[in-house]
């Protein structure tokens, strides 16, 4: 059964970066694409971003679009999002989970089709 576990969380300055990983183990990490989401307190939680099984086609929520860029390494099990320009609005805990699609090159950014959700990690922007 697939595992995630993010990393990479943290306080940091409005207009700074950081980068989140989203580690997989398991036999099955290539069967699935990745996604990235977020939930701040008294809010849904959010789609950020997503990237296909074969590592194509990233797809990007408004809000990030342009800050935020995922990357994904099947030969380490690793999905990686770089924040950039990062605002206070982007506080909130941060979670990778997967998604089981037909097509290969294929995901999409609303979280109620995805599993095996990670535990989360904080992400903290403020002065």
């Known amino acids: 059964q697939l595992q995630l576990v993010e990393s990479g969380g943290g306080l940091v300055q409005p207009g700074g970066s950081l980068t989140l990983s989203c580690a997989g183990s398991?036999?099955?990490?290539?069967?699935?694409?990745i996604g990235w989401f977020r939930q701040a307190p008294g809010k849904e939680r959010e789609g950020v971003s997503c990237?296909?099984?074969?590592?194509?086609?990233?797809r990007y929520g408004d809000a990030v679009k342009g800050r935020f860029t995922i990357s994904r390494d099947n030969t380490n099990n690793t999905v990686i999002l770089k924040m950039d320009s990062l605002k206070p609005e982007d506080t909130a805990i941060y979670y990778c989970?997967?998604?089981?699609?037909?097509?290969?090159?294929?995901?999409?950014?609303?979280?109620?089709?995805?599993?095996?959700w990670g535990q989360g990690t904080q992400v903290t922007v403020s002065s």
């Open positions: 989970a997967a998604q089981s699609l037909f097509v290969q090159t294929m995901c999409t950014i609303p979280p109620k089709s995805y599993g095996f």
């Open positions: 398991g036999p099955t990490w290539d069967n699935y694409a």
């Open positions: 990237i296909s099984r074969t590592g194509t086609n990233p």
